[in-house]
């Protein structure tokens, strides 16, 4: 059974919050993309490639709206979520660049800590998550005013109070345009609309990040459960979304 057969049960009110993102997505481009030249936005897409993202992706393309998106390659990526992004790459009418970590700190740091060194502590498996995820978000992010993330208020406890504008940072606002979405709503939007979504979903992937750091979860399990699944359920964030 495919994920869209197990998980596509839009919500009563589904076009209204279909409606609403639309609508935050095109006074995001009208407050950072003004020029209407992707290349220029002050505005960017964060895109782990994963479900929510595909459906914003799909959305901005649709929309067609100036906002150019990138996504976090860190060289521990599952065959899947590369193949996804070359697919992506040739399709999206909007570009997508892909950040790679500083080849020099990834060798270092496997050299020193080992291979192994994320499960042998929090602080080394953050260590990691800096190296491959947040420098390379940093120059990502580098000149914009804002971004555009796929969380959602559903997916964990830390991300419940998730609002759909988010102005805690004052380097620059986060959208987070499906904030009300629903697991179903994800899925129905991505069946309705036959996009292109990553294989890993179908095997009980409903979070995918670096490979030797996700694995598929059981029916009944925390939606990211498969995330750093060695470590407490506090800790399962790698700083990405971290609020000041």
């Not at 049960?9 to 030249?37: E, H, I, P, V």
């Not at 020099?104 to 498996?125: C, K, M, N, P, Y």
């Not at 979903?201 to 009944?220: E, K, L, M, V, W």
């Amino acid at each position: 059974m495919s994920a869209i057969e197990r998980n596509a049960k839009a919500t009563s009110d589904f076009d209204a919050r279909l409606a609403q993102t639309c609508d935050l997505l095109r006074q995001a481009a009208d407050c950072y993309a003004a020029s209407g030249r992707a290349d220029e936005a002050a505005i960017t897409q964060a895109s782990s490639l994963g479900a929510e993202d595909v459906v914003i992706s799909h959305l901005i393309n649709t929309l067609e709206l100036p906002i150019p998106i990138f996504v976090l390659e860190t060289g521990a990526l599952h065959a899947q979520t590369l193949q996804l992004l070359a697919t992506t790459q040739r399709d999206s009418r909007s570009p997508v660049q892909a950040f790679y970590p500083r080849a020099e700190a990834v060798l270092e740091f496997v050299e020193r800590e080992g291979r192994d060194a994320i499960f042998q502590s929090i602080a080394l498996r953050k260590a990691c998550c800096q190296i491959r995820k947040m420098e390379p978000l940093a120059r990502a992010l580098a000149g914009k005013a804002a971004w555009i993330t796929g969380l959602r208020r559903e997916q964990s406890g830390a991300r419940a109070e998730v609002p759909l504008i988010d102005t805690s940072d004052s380097a620059r606002v986060k959208y987070n345009p499906l904030a009300h979405w629903t697991w179903g709503d994800v899925w129905h939007f991505i069946a309705i609309n036959n996009v292109p979504y990553n294989p890993l979903h179908d095997q009980f992937y409903p979070s995918i990040g670096c490979q030797p750091c996700t694995r598929a979860i059981s029916q009944g399990e925390d939606f990211r459960a498969g995330r750093w699944w060695w470590e407490e359920e506090t800790a399962k964030e790698c700083g990405l979304h971290a609020r000041p």
